[in-house]
């Protein structure tokens, strides 16, 4: 993903680039998964894939979102968009595999807009934040991210 203009170097955003990075190693199972015909893992996937998100969209929504909202309006509503509905179809594999036997399909379509959405953010929103933040918007990130917390490993 992009490095070009140094937003990584602070840590808001290299919190969640990290969480892309691992939601991507994680949608790369799933497709090994759903290869193999194996809907359970294809489900678990799922709900760890939740289980990184959850955190992760409270920090952009409550956070970077409303900080970039006047300038981008239309783009951050696009962005939230996405996020339900990735949500959605994620959420149906909360109790276990779905029945419907078109959830595959679904998890799949959601999962390739999550991955379009992650560069949308990593190539414009987080560039975008480097340009227009303030240090309280990036002291509220990090707040927010102290309350809500991450399923990433602590950095080496």
């Keep these: 993903m992009c ?13 969640l680039t990290r969480e892309h990075d691992m939601v991507l190693s994680l ?6 998964a759903r290869d193999e015909g194996d ?13 990184v998100l959850g955190p992760h969209t409270e920090v952009e929504e409550r956070g970077l979102f409303p900080a970039l909202a006047a300038d981008f309006p239309d ?9 339900r509905q990735i949500a959605a179809v994620l959420g149906e594999a909360s ?10 399909d679904r998890l ?13 953010e990593q190539d414009g929103v987080f560039p975008a934040a ?3 933040l303030r240090t309280a918007d990036w002291e ?17």
């Design 95 to 104: 109790p276990g595999l779905p029945e419907d036997p078109a959830w595959p």
């Design 75 to 83: 783009q951050i509503a696009i962005l939230e968009a996405e996020h």
């Design 27 to 32: 949608v790369r199972e799933v497709r090994v």
């Design 39 to 51: 809907g359970p893992r294809m489900a678990e996937l799922a709900s760890r894939i939740a289980a």
């Design 140 to 156: 509220a990130m990090e707040n927010i991210r102290a309350r809500v917390g991450s399923l990433l490993p602590s950095p080496a």
């Design 3 to 15: 490095e070009y203009c140094g937003c990584q170097a602070l840590a808001p955003i290299s919190e």
């Design 108 to 120: 799949t379509a959601a999962l390739a807009i999550l991955r379009t959405h992650i560069h949308k």
């Design 130 to 132: 480097l340009a227009s």
